[in-house]
């Protein structure tokens, strides 16, 4: 597993396991490493609200539930392709995200996680897990992984960007 510190996933998992069940929904994966945790886009013109840690255990289930987490059917990224630059810092929350229900409207302030997908170019002095930011160290292409984490279903969507000097 990646160095990242996975918080809020790694206690969805326990708690499911807890329970008996395994976690529903896009579960972590190998090739991607955790940027930060946020909220959905309230609109398809606001951007999501993101950072290194957002939620707090006792309260996440009482999070999902206001934010109609179980009836997501699809993320959607509205936003660009971000311009990311060598060395330069990123922060996730320039993204648009909103979260679907079944019949397109959108579901405001739903929990994600950003993840980046982890390859040599994202390497190198000066990576600060705890800030929540991108700094890339070579050019290249990449992606932004985003998806829900409440114990529901849920959904994912990817963002392809390029690093450039």
């Known amino acids: 597993m990646p160095a990242v510190v996975r918080m809020v996933a790694t ?5 499911a396991l807890t329970a008996g ?3 529903r929904g896009p579960k972590p994966r190998e ?3 955790q940027v930060a945790e946020g909220v959905t886009s309230p609109t398809k013109r606001d951007t999501i609200e993101a950072g290194y840690r957002m939620f707090s255990a006792p309260d996440f289930g009482a999070t999902c539930a206001q934010a109609h987490a179980q009836d997501v059917k699809r993320l959607e990224a509205v936003s660009s392709r971000p311009r990311l630059r060598m060395g330069h810092e990123f922060d996730p929350s320039q993204l648009k995200i909103v ?4 019949s397109g409207t959108v579901l405001p302030k739903v929990p994600i ?6 390859p040599p170019m994202m390497e190198g002095e000066g990576i600060h897990i705890a800030d929540g930011l991108v700094r890339p160290h070579h050019t290249g292409t990449f992606r932004f992984r985003i998806r829900t984490i409440c114990d529901v279903p849920g959904s ?6 390029t690093v450039r000097r």
């Open 113 to 118: 996680e950003v993840e980046r997908w982890a």
């Open 11 to 15: 206690w969805v998992l326990s708690t």
């Open 31 to 33: 090739d991607f490493a």
């Open 99 to 102: 979260a679907l229900n079944a």
């Open 156 to 161: 994912e969507t990817f963002i392809t960007t």
């Open 21 to 23: 069940q395994e976690p």
